[in-house]
Structures are given as C-alpha cells and as structure tokens.
C-alpha cells in the first residue's frame, strides 16, 4: 500500500527521536566510561599501580640466621645446618587438598606429617608460607621445581635448622630449640612477625630460651616476582635482615665431654667444675643426658616418653636444679662459724662417743663406736659428727645461715640456664615462716652434719669450694662473650671472713685427702705439685638406719664430694653428687679426682698422677670411658700448662 508524505513525516519524526535517545544515552555512557577512566587512570592511578604490583609481587620474610653459641675455645655447641623444605602458600593454591595430593605423588609424605601441615594451614593466614614437609633430599627439592607449574602455591625452599654436634654433652647447659607454640606465644605481649612463620625455632631451654633475642637476630624480606599461575619468576631484592649474635660460654668441651663419660659409669650424678680465679664454669654436666636433636623438629612420642619414664631422671639438670642435703661437706661451714665467733680455736678437742645426748633423744655419730677425742683438723679430717653437733649448739643456727649464705648456700645465682635453684639454708624466721613452728635445738644438730632442711645443689658446692679457696665472693660465670663483647668477671671482692680461719678449714680439707685416716685418702692425687684438698659427704634420704645394699636403689643415700686444688695454688674447684650412690668417700671422690686431674692436665691423666694401687682399677675405668673420638687424645704423661 502507497504510504502517505504525513505518514513518511510521522516515521522521520519518531526516527529522529529514536536516534536522539539513543544518541543520548550512548553519549552518557561514553560519558560516564570516560569520567571512569580518568578517575581510575588519573585520580587512582597510585591505588591501582599498588594492587598490580601486590598481584605480580610478592614480600616474603626472611628469618635471619640464629646465632651460634662456642665454647671458652671456640668449638661450636649449637650451629645451623641447612635444612630442605616444601611450603605452600594457601592463597596462592587454590584447592589445598588437590595441590597436596599432586605433591604427594612425586615425593613421600606420611600420614602424620600431612595432618600436621594441613593443620598448620588452616591455622595460619592465608598469605603465610607453611611447611608442609622439611628435612628433604636434593632429589626430593628438585622434582618439585620440575613440577612447580602443576603446584600452585608449592615452593621449594632452603632454610636453617638447628644442630648440636655435640649431642648430649651439651642437652642441659645450651639447652635446644622448637617450633613455636601457642603457648610460647601467649608468654609474648607483642611477639616478633618471625613467630608466626610456622616450625620457626625458638630456644625452650637452657642458654638457648634465656639468650632468645640476641640468638633470635631480626628478619630480612625479599621481593618476588610472580606470574599469572603464581609461578615465582624472579628475585627483585632482598633484605637479609640481622643475624643473631654468637655466644662465647665458657664451658671446655674435652672436660665436659670427659665429666659426662666419667659420670655416665654410674646411675644418675651430676658435676661442676669451676675456676677459682674467675669463677668461669668449665663443667656443667649430668647423668644420664639426653639428644637435644630430637627435640628440634618435635620429639616423638616414644622418645618423649623414655626420657620421662626413666627414674634417672635425663632431662633434669642435677647441676643448678637438683636439690641435695649436703651432708658432711657442709661441716666447714659450721667450724668456720664457730672459729669466726671465737667459740673454737684449732687446738680445742670436743669427745666423740659415739653419740650425743639432747633431751631424751641420741644423735649419733656415723662411727657408732666414737672417735674419741677430735679437734678441728681431725673431725675433718675423719668427718666427726658429734663435734658439730657441739658447734651447733655454741653458734646457733642463724649465725651458721648468715655465714653460709656468704659462701653460696640458700643463693640463687643468675645463670642462663633453667631452673636454677636457690636450694635452702634455713634459719629460725624461715622455719616460722614456712611451717608456723619455732627452730628446735635438734633442728641445728641436724643442720650441723648438712641433713634436716639444709638442701644445696652441685653449683653451690662448687662455689662454696670455690669460695674457700680463694677467699673471695666469686660468682660463676657462663657466658663468656656476645659478639666478642666480654662478659665482666663479678665478685672477685675478698669475703669478709678472717684469713686465718680459711686456713685452718683448708687444713682440714687437706687431711681428708692427704692422711691415712682421712675419708677420701684413697682418692688422693699423687704428686706433690697437684695435691688436692676436699671433704666427702653422705646424705641420708630415709630416716631408719639401714644398709645401703639392703634397700632399693631410690632409698640408699647420696654420695658427695668437694674440693679444689692444686692445694697450694688452687686453680680449679669441684663438686659432685652421685644420687643414690652410698658412701661420698667411695662413689663421688674417685669420680671428682679423676674429673679434676682431667682439668689439671688438659687431656686424660697419666697413671703417675695416681697411687700406685689404684692405677689398674683407674686404667680399667679409662677404658670403659665412651669418649668421642676427637677427644680422645693418647695419654702424653705432660704436666699442666
């Protein structure tokens, strides 16, 4: 049908405003994409360039390298070892689970140690690198770069890990790191970044937790380069951060390693051998130890359970944490007290008996039969108990405290070791305190042969030695240096004791180990320039009387011994406690002599250094001795430097 020009008028007319709209609204849109793209490529420009870069680049700390700790001859204690590892990035994954399963396929990874990771990763933010397994092979690190485009988010990685080349020698003083816990963080108000990397190590014990900051160091970052599949491209800079500072102690490692061996032929002892001049701690050691290594990625259930189980107790540091009556080492103490109040003089003899009468009650003497009459030098000498009970009841208890706590007893000393304890020197306000009770005569009768609530440890005995050897306040010194920074010697002060006096109690120490009636003759040195002084002891830790060999081995008593020497120029001071040991004259002062010899001489003692009728049993004990073999020097026979 022939359209009309009104009806050609009227189509224009709605064709024009049909465009005009359209027109318009493309116009608007153009409008608005052009507003959009200069806000976006003028105005956001700066934000817009961030999230690009946060897309292709990735910042990664780096944990620092942990600082190593020596000892006093710069023999490392605690290194770092490289350790190869896979970790997965969650947010660079995608499907966790499927990305593990194609892991899992071209390297082992048992059951535990996925459930670990897997836990791990959904613990942890999902920009924080996690472990998934450690301690691999080359070839192992390898096949996973291969494969890396089928592995999102799955790195290969090479880290440091802690190693203790010396193994058990070491456990109880350097101690030994773990991975971070909850529980270690909670300890934290504002915990390092570096704690939240999963199996970071910090140190748990020992010098390794209380010198943490300084081993820890700070973290460096790097910046990489990613692709679109989260394939790491390239490296654009790296900030290594601050290692840790090394640590000096001044522990020697030949002398430790002997005094573990040494005390390892027993049951469950420890030793402390210390220098008198400086108070530097050459010996910290224990028995039985045990393989810090295995506590640096997680110790087994297993090994955990051994370790615990044991009632010779390896994980415990007898040294500094164990807390023994001293028994008869204790007895220079009260003399000295006695000799310093002027209620005894060297020439003055008490009658022993046998026993002595308090009340309606005996205290014997360990020679049922009586030693008759002692003066100072003989009741050391022979380890008299009733001439102490007499010092006892002439001093009293809180001038025996106050003078004992001047020698080290009942002080806790700043050691970076764990659990170092101040054991107890009682006095009349600590039994009030402690128990709401008056201090009895008895308790001081008690107190005066090192039995009733006297408890000290290794250390103690060590610095009380140490103490009556030189006649200074020496403290004992473990860290030698931090980064080559010295550690200052402290306490090198002269107690305020009469000189005189601590010639006489040294004297007495002497006789114990130089005449045939003295306790410890049998463990002697035998040769004139070393001579030792020194004073056994024995604890009991059951109030009947009974016969070490009829009981249990947990019911017999403690065996103590200690000394220094050279006895004319002394060097070195020693203590040992062998629990449940017996007699101190038979199971501590052999292992002391031989220990100090060791320290004297700087290698395994010459036979010469001993009385000719012990040299057989000594050679035996040497050869029983597992030493390692790069302290296993052949015997020179030289004298001490």
């Known amino acids: 049908m022939k359209r ?11 064709v024009t405003r049909r465009s005009l709209v359209l027109g318009g609204l493309q116009l608007g849109v153009a409008g608005v994409l052009g507003w959009r793209m200069r806000q976006m490529q003028v105005e956001q420009a700066d934000e817009f360039r961030l999230l690009a870069e946060e897309n292709r680049i990735n910042m990664r700390l780096i944990a620092p390298e942990r600082g190593l700790i020596f000892d006093r001859n710069g023999i490392p204690l605690a290194e770092n070892a490289q350790n190869y590892r896979v970790v997965i990035v969650r947010e660079d994954a995608g499907n966790v689970e499927d990305v593990l399963n194609r892991l899992r396929q071209l390297i082992f990874i048992d059951d535990t140690e996925m459930e670990r990771a897997l836990k791990e990763i959904s613990r942890r933010s999902s920009f924080v690198p996690v472990t998934v397994t450690d301690q691999r092979t080359w070839e192992d690190i390898s096949t996973v770069a291969i494969n890396a485009p089928a592995l999102p988010g799955i790195t290969p990685d090479v880290g440091l890990t802690r190693n203790y080349p010396l193994g058990q020698d070491y456990a109880h003083v350097v101690g030994y790191v773990g991975p971070v816990s909850d529980y270690d963080l909670s300890k934290i108000d504002d915990p390092d970044p570096l704690l939240q990397i999963p199996k970071f190590q910090i140190g748990k014990t020992g010098v390794e937790q209380k010198y943490e900051p300084d081993l820890r160091g700070k973290a460096g970052a790097r910046r990489i380069e990613v692709n679109a599949a989260g394939r790491v491209m390239r490296e654009l800079d790296r900030d290594p951060g601050v290692p840790g500072a090394d640590v000096q ?13 040494r005390l390892a032929l027993g049951l469950s002892a420890a030793a402390v051998v210390m220098d008198v001049r400086t108070g530097d701690l050459l010996t910290v050691a224990n028995a039985p130890s045990f393989d810090p290594n295995k506590f640096v990625r997680g110790i087994s259930v297993s090994d955990y359970g051994e370790l615990t189980e044991n009632k ?12 023994y009556p001293p028994g008869s080492t204790f007895k220079m103490l009260v003399s000295l007290a006695a000799l310093e109040d002027g209620l005894l003089s060297s020439d003055e003899t008490v009658y022993c008996g046998g026993y002595t009468v308090l009340g309606n009650r005996r205290f014997h003497c360990w020679k049922r039969g009586g030693h008759g009459r002692m ?9 008299c108990d009733v001439f102490y009970y007499e010092m006892a009841q002439r001093v009293g208890i809180d001038r025996i405290a106050e003078l004992a706590r001047k020698f080290g007893i009942g002080e806790r000393f700043d050691l970076p070791m764990s659990a170092v304890t101040a054991g107890i020197m009682p006095d009349k306000d600590w039994k009030r305190s402690r128990y709401g009770e008056g201090w009895l005569v008895g308790d001081s009768l008690n107190a005066s042969i090192g039995q009733g609530y006297v408890l000290s ?21 473990l860290v030698k240096s931090i980064d ?61 009387v009974v016969s070490n060999s009829d009981v249990p081995w947990e019911q017999r008593d403690h065996a103590l011994f200690v000394g220094f020497a050279p006895y004319d120029d002394p060097r070195y001071a020693v203590s040992v406690v062998v629990e449940h040991g017996g007699g101190g004259s038979s199971a501590a002062a052999p292992v002391a002599r031989d220990i100090m010899l060791y320290a004297l001489h700087g290698e395994l003692p010459p036979l010469e250094s001993y009385p000719s009728g012990e040299r057989g049993r000594v050679e035996e004990t040497f050869a029983a001795l597992e030493l390692r073999s790069d302290f296993r020097p052949s015997r020179s026979g030289r004298s001490p430097a």
């Open 312 to 323: 010779y107790r390896p994980l415990a540091n007898k040294a500094v944490q164990g807390a």
């Open 4 to 14: 009309t020009n009104k009806d050609n008028e009227t189509s224009i007319s709605r």
């Open 457 to 477: 440890s290794p250390l103690q005995l060590a610095v009380m030695s140490a103490r009556i050897a030189s006649g200074n306040a020496i403290q004992p010194r």
């Open 375 to 383: 003066n100072l030098d003989q009741s050391l000498q022979q380890s």
């Open 249 to 261: 102690l001044t522990v020697e490692s030949k002398l430790q390693n002997f005094a573990e061996a």
């Open 484 to 544: 080559g920074i010295e550690t200052p010697v402290v306490g090198a002060d002269p107690l305020d004791v009469n000189e005189g006096h601590l010639r006489l109690i040294r004297k007495g120490m002497f006789s114990v180990m130089n005449t045939n009636r003295g306790t410890a003759f049998r463990s002697r040195i035998d040769r004139d320039d070393l001579r030792m002084a020194g004073k056994t002891g024995t604890s009991q830790v059951r109030s009947v």
